[in-house]
């Protein structure tokens, strides 16, 4: 069973950084492509960005672009999206996914 989990999620003042953190469990990990989306409220899930299985490759959404950065881990079976210049926009509900299946979100707020 795909288990995903995502953390790092939290309030950040506009221009601030986080990063997300999403651990995986369940398939195999080092040879899955992973890919980040988000959900603002009120509005339809979008996609942020992926990595391939190996990290050699990764791919963003113009509205991202050059402000955020996917990693990976397959050692640790883990992902990450370090999450630079943060926009009020950028607020919404971040999941880590593997083809259809996603985790539980966590919630990113930039306000000041």
């Known amino acids: 069973e795909v288990q995903l989990v995502e953390s790092g999620g939290g309030l950040v003042q506009p221009g601030g950084s986080l990063r997300l953190s999403c651990a995986a469990f369940?398939?195999?990990?080092?040879?899955?492509?992973m890919g980040w989306f988000r959900q603002a409220p009120g509005k339809e899930r979008e996609f942020v960005g992926g990595?391939?299985?190996?990290?050699?490759?990764?791919y963003y959404a113009d509205s991202v672009k050059g402000r955020f950065g996917i990693s990976r881990d397959n050692a640790k079976n883990m992902v990450y999206l370090q999450m630079d210049s943060l926009k009020p926009e950028d607020t919404a509900v971040y999941y880590c996914?593997?083809?259809?299946?996603r985790g539980q979100g966590t919630q990113v707020t930039v306000s000041s």
């Open positions: 996914a593997k083809g259809s299946e």
């Open positions: 369940g398939f195999t990990f080092s040879s899955s492509a």
């Open positions: 990595i391939s299985w190996s990290g050699a490759f990764t």
